[in-house]
DNA sequence: GCCATCTGCATCCGGATGGTTGCACAATCC
DNA sequence: GGATTGTGCAACCATCCGGATGCAGATGGC
């Protein structure tokens, strides 16, 4: 589950390279330096993305003989979207209320 | 509409000022100015926030008056879940796809 | 045991970003 | 018409952030 915090969430996922490290990591686990070879940055660069990605519970490590594979954690991703969802219903129905409320006048 | 791309709005979602701003908003349309006394930050501030907000498409300007006042445009919020979940939804059939390979072995 | 490979840590760098201050300009209300 | 209030623009500042390099340490294959 850890509900991360919604925001920092956000800010994980408002950036480009980390969304290819999640599209690169739905082909299945990989390590830092798998992903590396695929992708057009450092394997440094790709491990500080990973923590960022892990601290917020998007990614999770998983130790395979001497690497360190990571995974998506889909389950993080739906319950992000279930509760930005809710904040929208939330606006959709005071936004509502306000329109009607002028109409009335 | 105006479906702008995923990842910068998660970028303007990724912020809490920004989300102060959008909770604010939510009370009913502020301009700058009145957002700026309600809020511990300068009016420029929330300006650029403003100007960052309404880039991705989730706040819109109305002009009264001499005044600009914002607001929400909540089906932004909505049309984003709703694209995550669809992406979460595509992950968890590929993890899902994954362990059952991984089980028939 | 040795070499190849994977990871970790520290440092450095340029650019974006959140924020402020200051000033000029526009419009509105009395 | 004048003072008040709202906006716009520009410069500036500190910090964060994405990324790269370099090096040291760990671990597994043969």
């Not at 599209?23 to 992903?35: I, K, Q, R, T």
């Not at 940055?41 to 923590?51: C, D, F, G, M, N």
């Not at 490590?61 to 889909?74: K, L, Q, S, T, Y």
């Amino acid at each position: 589950m850890t509900t991360a915090t919604l925001v920092p969430v956000f800010a994980a996922l408002g950036d480009e390279t980390r969304w290819n490290i999640l599209a690169a990591l739905g082909e299945g686990e990989a390590s830092a330096s798998a992903l590396a070879r695929r992708l057009p940055v450092t394997r440094q660069a790709i491990t500080k993305h990973l923590a960022v990605l892990q601290e917020v519970g998007l990614v999770e490590p998983v130790r395979v003989g001497r690497e360190i594979r990571f995974r998506v954690i889909a389950s993080q991703l739906s319950e992000t979207a279930r509760r930005l969802d809710v904040i929208g219903a939330r606006w959709d129905r005071r936004l509502a209320a306000i329109k009607q409320i002028a109409e009335d006048l």
